[in-house]
């Protein structure tokens, strides 16, 4: 009696073995898994133009792109395409960029160090933030101590657990910000998620991407000013930029092409 | 659509609708090759702490002697629901970059893989929630732990598990969230509480959980009985599954049966006098000094099953929840060295210091 609707329901919920599917579908994710893993996290510093030229060296179109980029950056820093990629990029050049300006760099202790109050008064549960936290405002103060040299740095960022644990804690000003401020961003989403359900769904998870308006409030959470160049099949011979939020004056740059992001130093 | 795909994109992607056998924590053979990072213990400790120091009601967590990834928990049934008083014992297993990843869940209370109780606790032992992974719906997250994904559990073992099935929010047939409620009860008497204390299925539970178990077990003993009793009638009835399912027959005549038997023995073992027992620790545990008061309960015909019984039991159990917690705590720190300093910490919140005594600690202790 309850057999057709239960056809009608399919066979999803059926306990089946695995199935063919699903097998070729764990070996892409496997093979998938080892090419991202073959990729630092934070990769070094390469000259832009070798780099893109050698990358797009048969498409006219993007080597048109890369000629035009050169004009205003020197260099390029890969990331490892993990879908943490904004994430990361983010951390490490404006840390980078810390290392040299004191100024800067005090303004953005007094952000972040208040931050993990500020997620706790949103209702994360403070024993599961503070790893995270702790981890970042390690790096952070290390960083302001004057004891920290590039290179440390990159071998920090290098580290997994440290790397993606930074990822974590900006994952988590940037729900917040989300949550701080949902009427404001709830414009920016589609479909009828609360800001909530956005937020674990595409903000809180690891290795999920970044859209738009992840960098808006990340960027607007810091008060660090991003300026992503966006790179792809678009007939314009420009690398178009986007600034976040608008009108504030860059502290980082990024190059977009479709689904990641690397690390963009000027000239 | 991308140059580089995010490799884990996919994972999140696929696990939205399909499900590999990646879910289960006991055949996971790739993390028993990865030493947990010292993060991972760490917040796994954590997340035990909190579990302790804050305790949700009827929910039970003991780590495991050997593996810090690995934890036993229970979950009791609750009140007003077709699940009330049964015991849910389930094995999590976290992954070596824990809490990046979330936990792998397997309920180990199936009858031996016999029983499917809840659209979403599958007979396998498979856990179906968006938060593993297993299920469509918002992702797991590092902010989350391993007292969030109890507590969801806790949420599909509702009063109403019929609608847990998707497509199944309106009862198709009249009368199904009845039918199906009524096959719950029965099978989470029958399996979930007979099953677990007779340990019919030879599952290998730890002690404390044990004793867990038939505390709880004495204190809802009125509320099998008279479910028993009212059901007898159906005794020898097919079980109709509104989605199928196949069962067997109605049984509570050898339930009641069961159901006394077991009180029987339990009731004889809290009676007798410790030195003829035997040498296991759910025994002893049962005769100790902090159970008085169920002895004197026990000794009555009838027991409430009202909220101040059942009391002792999870404020006892929470106890000696610490203790294992402890245990397993001084024993990692000892193996990870470097963290003990601020493990030592946050652990004077809520622990009596074991071996180094200073004179702040010992105020502590007074205190407590």
């Known amino acids: 009696m309850g057999d057709e609707v239960r056809e009608a329901d399919g066979e999803k919920r059926v306990e089946a073995p695995t199935n063919q599917d699903n097998l070729i579908m764990e070996q892409q994710r496997q093979i998938e898994e080892e090419i991202s893993e073959a990729i630092p996290l934070v990769g070094v510093k390469e000259d832009l133009l070798c780099a893109l030229e050698k990358e797009y060296a048969a498409d006219p179109i993007y080597t048109m792109k890369a000629k035009d980029l050169s004009s205003k950056y020197s260099s390029i820093r890969r990331m490892r395409p993990d879908g943490n990629c904004f994430f990361r990029a983010f951390a490490y050049a404006y840390f980078e960029r810390l290392l040299t300006n004191k100024d800067e760099y005090k303004s953005f202790y007094d952000i972040v160090s208040k931050s993990k109050d500020d997620l706790i008064e949103l209702g994360f549960p403070q024993f599961t933030l503070e790893d995270f936290y702790d981890t970042f405002m390690e790096v952070v103060e290390r960083i302001g101590g004057g004891e920290m040299a590039q290179d440390e740095l990159y071998e920090l960022f290098n580290v997994t657990g440290q790397s993606n644990y930074i990822v974590v804690y900006l994952r988590l000003i940037t729900s917040g910000k989300l949550q701080r401020d949902a009427d404001f961003y709830l414009n920016f989403i589609d479909g009828n998620r609360t800001m909530t359900a956005f937020c674990h769904q595409e903000v809180e998870p690891m290795f999920k991407e970044s859209d738009h308006i992840h960098i808006i409030a990340l960027s607007a959470a810091l008060n660090v000013g991003v300026r992503v160049r966006y790179m792809d099949r678009g007939d314009s011979a420009q690398v178009i930029a986007h600034d976040f939020p608008e009108g504030t004056t860059p502290a980082v740059h990024l190059l977009y092409r479709p689904g990641h992001y690397d690390i963009l130093y000027e000239h | 659509m991308t140059n580089f795909p995010g490799a884990f994109e996919n994972v999140s992607m696929t696990n939205m609708s399909i499900t590999y056998e990646d ?22 400790k954590r997340d035990l702490m909190s579990l302790c120091n804050d305790p949700p009601y009827g929910l039970f967590v003991v780590p495991d002697e050997s593996d810090i990834t690995i934890v036993h928990a229970l979950i009791t049934g609750a009140f007003d629901t077709p699940y009330e008083g049964g015991f849910f014992y389930f094995i999590l297993r976290c992954p070596p970059d824990y809490p990046l990843r979330p936990p792998k869940v397997k309920l180990m209370t199936t009858g031996g893989g016999d029983v499917r109780f809840n659209p979403n606790l599958y007979k396998s032992g498979k856990v179906c929630l968006s938060i593993l992974g297993t299920w469509s719906g918002p992702c797991w997250s590092p902010a989350q732990s391993i007292c969030s994904v109890l507590i969801s559990i806790q949420s599909i073992l509702n009063e109403k598990p019929y609608h847990n099935e998707p497509g199944f929010e309106q009862e198709k047939l009249p ?13 989470t008497i029958r399996v979930a509480v007979c099953g677990m204390i007779e340990n019919d299925s030879s599952l290998t539970i730890p002690p404390m959980l044990v004793t867990i178990m038939q505390k709880t077990f004495l204190e809802y003993y009125d509320l099998y009985e008279s479910v028993a009793q009212k059901n007898l009638g159906l005794t020898g009835h097919p079980m109709q599954d509104p989605f199928s399912e196949k069962r067997g027959r109605f049984q509570y005549e050898s339930i009641l049966a069961r159901l006394q038997a077991i009180r029987a023995k339990l009731l004889a073992s809290l009676n007798a006098p410790p030195s003829t027992e035997t040498s296991d620790a759910p025994t002893s545990e049962i005769s100790s000094p902090s159970d008085t008061d169920l002895d004197e309960d026990s000794s009555h015909s009838g027991l409430n099953t009202n909220e101040s019984t059942i009391e002792p039991a999870v404020s006892d159990a929470h106890g000696t929840s610490k203790q294992m917690v402890d245990a397993a705590v001084d024993k990692s720190s000892e193996e990870c060295g470097g963290t003990s300093a601020t493990l030592n910490h946050s652990r004077d919140n809520f622990e009596k210091p074991s071996n180094i005594e200073t004179e702040t600690e010992k105020t502590d202790e007074a205190d407590g």
């Open chain 2, 175 to 187: 009368g199904d969230v009845e039918k199906y409620n009524d096959i719950i009860q029965h099978e």
């Open chain 2, 23 to 44: 879910w289960d924590p006991i055949l996971q053979k790739d993390f028993k090759e990865e030493t947990p990072t010292q993060q991972c213990s760490y917040r796994i």
